[in-house]
């Protein structure tokens, strides 16, 4: 079995940044990578994955160019790096891991077998 921990969330104002970080534990080898958010009465949207290898990467359009996603495979750990925040980040953020099989990233969440607890993201404008 896999778990994913993330940690990382937090207040921050109207462009500021913040790094996400999760931490793979268990059966450490996973598949693709990714980021989920939840907002408040909206449906759980995708925002960014990254393949096993590294060798594709794949954003939501709103945060193309303001938020990166990268791996440390070696510490079984992923990364989201937010950087000029806007109120309408604020979510719970999910980690999600696709089966070991699965090298390439997704937009669908039905493709990730394994997901976190959620991390508070609150953006102050």
């Known amino acids: 079995q896999v778990q994913l921990v993330e940690s990382g969330g937090g207040l921050v104002q109207a462009g500021g940044s913040l790094r996400l970080s999760c931490a793979a534990s268990g059966r450490t080898f996973v598949g693709a990578m990714g980021w989920f958010r939840q907002a408040p009465g909206k449906e759980r949207e995708f925002v960014a994955a990254?393949?096993?290898?590294?060798?594709?990467?794949l954003y939501r359009d709103s945060v193309k160019g303001r938020f990166t996603i990268s791996r440390d495979n070696a510490k079984n750990t992923e990364y989201l790096q937010m950087n000029s925040l806007k109120p309408e980040d604020t979510a719970v953020y999910y980690c999600?891991?696709?089966?070991?099989?699965?090298?390439?990233?997704?937009?669908?969440?039905?493709?990730?077998?394994?997901w976190g607890q959620g991390t508070q993201v609150t953006v102050s404008s």
């Open positions: 990254r393949g096993r290898t590294g060798g594709s990467t």
């Open positions: 999600a891991a696709r089966s070991p099989t699965w090298f390439n990233p997704s937009y669908y969440h039905y493709d990730y077998a394994y």
